[in-house]
């Protein structure tokens, strides 16, 4: 175990890095919660999953709300990446491969949202169907785990998440990626 003033001078430049971060010049207003966590991380410590702790949030009413909160969150994700990929290789094998699908996946997704949409436009309409299955392929066979755990066929509405994230979620990712340096919350009219 590390002396009691190591620990301090560790607590103190986390803390001191926490409450001044900045992302290109700009004071970064959200995602401190991930920011926290890769300033812990990179200082060499680890985090816990701990699954009975409970919080309270204010969560999106509406889904204007929703896609401001997954602004927030795509923004941060992205931002937060460039702490992360320093130590990322110092630490456990499944953070290294949630990390990269976390970063890949989406896309990877949006390139074939894209390409499939811009083939049925120009080749063939009838494709937009084979591309619709294909999303309610996926989203089942990703349910599909849920459903099994837990004996609830109400995991079947993620079929539509499948949707509804093609649709809306993949074109804010792209706004997320082109407007991290604007820290507006969103959601709030005070920061």
């Given at each position: 175990?590390?002396?009691?003033?190591?620990?301090?001078?560790?607590?103190?430049?986390?803390?001191?890095?926490?409450?001044?971060?900045?992302?290109?010049?700009?004071?970064?207003?959200?995602?401190?919660?991930?920011?926290?966590?890769?300033?812990?991380?990179?200082?060499?410590?680890?985090?816990?999953?701990?699954?009975?702790?409970?919080?309270?949030?204010?969560?999106?009413?509406?889904?204007?709300?929703?896609l401001k909160q997954q602004l927030r969150w795509n923004k941060s994700f992205y931002r937060e990446l460039l702490w992360t990929v320093p130590f990322l290789f110092t630490r456990s094998r499944y953070m290294v491969f949630d990390v990269i699908v976390q970063t890949i996946l989406p896309?990877?997704?949006?390139?074939?949202?894209?390409?499939?949409?811009?083939?049925?436009?120009?080749?063939?309409?009838?494709?937009?169907?084979?591309?619709?299955?294909?999303?309610?392929?996926?989203?089942?066979?990703?349910?599909?785990?849920?459903?099994?755990?837990?004996?609830?066929?109400?995991?079947?509405?993620?079929?539509?998440?499948?949707?509804?994230?093609?649709?809306?979620?993949?074109?804010?990712?792209?706004?997320?990626?082109?407007?991290?340096?604007?820290?507006?919350?969103?959601?709030?009219?005070?920061?």
């Open positions: 175990m590390a002396p009691a003033h190591l620990l301090d001078l560790a607590s103190a430049v986390v803390w001191n890095d926490y409450i001044r971060q900045t992302f290109r010049g700009v004071s970064c207003t959200y995602g401190d919660d991930r920011h926290l966590t890769n300033l812990i991380l990179s200082a060499g410590s680890d985090t816990l999953f701990v699954p009975g702790a409970k919080a309270i949030t204010n969560a999106p009413e509406s889904v204007r709300g929703y896309l990877v997704l949006t390139l074939a949202v894209a390409s499939s949409l811009a083939f049925a436009v120009l080749f063939d309409a009838h494709r937009i169907l084979h591309y619709l299955l294909a999303i309610t392929v996926m989203a089942l066979v990703r349910c599909s785990y849920a459903i099994y755990r837990t004996r609830r066929p109400s995991f079947l509405l993620f079929v539509l998440y499948g949707f509804l994230h093609a649709a809306l979620l993949i074109p804010l990712r792209i706004r997320a990626l082109t407007t991290l340096t604007d820290n507006r919350w969103g959601t709030r009219t005070a920061v």
